[in-house]
């Protein structure tokens, strides 16, 4: 298991994070470019120094700059995947994977051999002797995992282990790292920025803006239950935050949300635009929100369209393509929208 | 464009083809094989190995601290180590006169407590070499470091690997080109040295006269044979090392 409380500060970025992750969990750091997600992996890596904290795997104190414990990289249990997988272009996959085991000391024969063993049980011995230049992304990906394995770490750091790959070959590779994740004994922990990897490999996700921690929990928690504007954008959901008064919510920027659960206190509320309905009209309807405002951006997602309406708040819509032609959105102009309480989940941020 | 690019090429070659012509080809041999040209020639290849043996030991770690070190006067330090590569190499001779020179600043203290001094001797050239030459190695090898992915050295650590081995296993490996590139840059340098060498180091026969010092005193001297005969053999090594770098530039 590891408990890691992290601090540190760089040029740019004060890091205090401190989470938890069992042997064997899966855990997803997802937030926006320079959030703090990588650093964070390289200070558990031990890449980085920490400036307070604590690091502890499986018993054993990696760092603690309080009674200055630090183990460093090289002794540290833990193996690190890096974005774009950095394999050594001088070698071909065996060499790379057997680096692990040589450098802690393995003869040369048996670590190929087991080099060898690991690259053909994650399906890619016909590379064996390539050099990565020769190599596919998701065959440089297999390698890069089969090398950070070959160790056995206790903790399995993965930056971006998928970003760096073409769309045709992600799913693939997305499938069989969530296998080889789920077998995994280790404590693992990856970072993305990508919605979709989170929810399919991690088993939790811990949200990091600004080098803090702003919500973690499991992939339906975390996305039916944003709590911040990142988060609800990349689930595409309307997210607002005001004070709530039973069944109804005072919005902090004026107006007012009718919701089907009662809140008190400082609430957040999520929309999902495809209970929005919209209307050139003032409506008659019997949906409990109405609200209008001016056409934004309308924007085609699969075979729904996005309308972002302005108003007092900004609430998204998601509709039919026939509506585009038939409310003339494209025009721009007034538009209402409308949802009924029952739509809006309310909950304490 | 064609025409001039054509003409540019005639000047190129036709010095090339006028030592080819005048080469005293029946005699080729017996000039070569002479005690002064054999004397040139070897004192040559031995002064100029030294040199780069010597960028490779100081200069590697100098380049190092250029391309990794963080510390205040960097750029200026940097500055300072390409200097000989764009300073006249007789001002070069000279300033080294300066400070190690029999009345130098360091040359002066060191005769008097030793009675050691390094002009007119050999290790005197391959002092003038070095100072001539090393910056070529220095700032080859440097910006190989700065070009590398550093993060394939945190990735070895990550992997288990000791700052030593990976520095011998990854780094070295990857900097490989370069250190070789400066290798050769510095040891061709060093081969056709003349003006930091016949300043610091005088120009005695057997002791300080190297293979470009003797053709050019055959040259004033009407020993215009020997001179090029001495000149086609650098012509003949320069050759061979550029077509060296390039076929393995081609295979790498």
Do not use: C
């Not at chain 2, 190690?100 to 360091?106: A, D, H, K, L, S």
């Not at chain 2, 070499?129 to 992915?149: H, N, Q, Y």
């Amino acid at each position: 298991m590891l408990e890691a409380d992290i601090q540190l500060r760089l040029s740019r970025l004060e890091l205090a994070a401190s989470f938890a992750v069992e042997a064997g969990e899966v855990v997803a750091l997802v937030g926006p470019n320079g959030s703090g997600k990588s650093t964070v992996l390289r200070a558990l890596a031990g890449l980085l120094r920490l400036a307070g904290g604590r690091v502890e795997l499986g018993g054993q104190v990696l760092e603690d700059p309080t009674s200055r414990t630090r183990i460093v990289p090289e002794k540290r249990p833990v193996a690190l995947m890096f974005q774009e997988y950095l394999l050594f272009p001088n070698m071909s996959a065996v060499d790379n994977v057997a680096f692990g085991l040589r450098a802690r000391g393995t003869d040369r024969r048996q670590a190929r051999d087991k080099a060898a063993a690991a690259l053909a049980r994650l399906g890619v011995s016909q590379v064996a002797s390539a050099r990565p230049i020769a190599m596919s992304g998701g065959q440089q990906q297999r390698v890069a995992m089969a090398r950070a394995l070959i160790t056995e770490p206790k903790l399995l750091l993965l930056d971006e282990p998928l970003a760096a790959l073409d769309v045709s070959t992600k799913a693939e590779v997305r499938r069989h790292l969530r296998s080889v994740l789920r077998e995994s004994p280790s404590a693992n922990v990856l970072v993305t920025h990508d919605l979709l990897d989170a929810v399919a490999l991690a088993h939790r996700m811990v949200v990091i803006e600004n080098g803090k921690i702003i919500q973690s929990g499991t992939p339906a928690e975390v996305t039916g239950r944003p709590r911040s504007r990142y988060v609800a954008d990349l689930t595409g959901v309307n997210l607002l935050s005001g004070t709530g008064r039973g069944t109804s919510i005072d919005l902090d920027n004026g107006g007012r949300l009718t919701t089907g659960d009662a809140s008190s206190g400082p609430a957040l509320a999520v929309i999902p635009p495809a209970a929005v309905s919209v209307y050139r009209q003032p409506p008659e309807t019997g949906d409990a929100n109405i609200w209008h405002g001016i056409i934004g951006t309308v924007d085609l997602l699969g075979d729904r369209v996005r309308v972002r309406i302005e108003g007092t708040h900004v609430i998204t819509a998601e509709v039919a393509p026939s509506a585009v032609d038939q409310l003339k959105l494209d025009d721009g102009g007034e538009l209402w929208a409308s949802f009924p309480a029952a739509a809006v989940t309310a909950y304490p941020p | 464009m064609a025409g001039l690019a054509g003409l540019s090429v005639l000047f190129f070659l036709l010095p090339l083809a006028g030592l080819v012509i005048r080469a005293p080809w029946g005699s080729m041999a017996s000039v070569i094989t002479s005690k002064s040209s054999l004397d040139a020639l070897g004192l040559t290849l031995v002064a100029s190995l030294a040199t780069t043996a010597l960028a490779l030991a100081f200069g590697f770690p100098l380049a190092w601290l250029l391309a990794r070190g963080r510390f205040p006067g960097q750029t200026s330090l940097r500055g300072l180590t390409t200097l000989p590569m764009v300073l006249p190499p007789v001002v070069g001779g000279i300033a080294l006169l300066m400070a190690y020179g029999r009345r130098g600043m360091i040359g002066a203290p060191l005769y008097h407590a030793t009675g050691l001094s390094l002009p007119f001797t050999t290790p005197g050239v391959i002092v003038a070499e070095s100072f001539v030459a090393m910056p070529f190695f220095v700032i080859t090898v440097e910006s190989g470091l700065r070009t590398m992915d550093t993060r394939l050295e945190d990735a070895a650590r990550s992997l288990g690997a000791s700052r030593w081995t990976v520095f011998r296993r990854v780094t070295l490996p990857l900097i490989a080109p370069s250190m070789i590139a400066g290798a050769v840059l510095a040891w061709s340098r060093a081969v056709g040295e003349f003006g930091a060498t016949i300043t610091f180091a005088g120009n005695l026969p057997g002791v300080t006269q190297t293979a470009p010092l003797a053709i050019y005193i055959s040259q004033t001297t009407n020993h215009l044979d020997e001179a090029i005969a001495l000149s086609l053999v650098l012509v003949a090594v320069s050759l061979a090392v550029m077509l060296g770098t390039r076929s393995r530039r081609r295979a790498g």
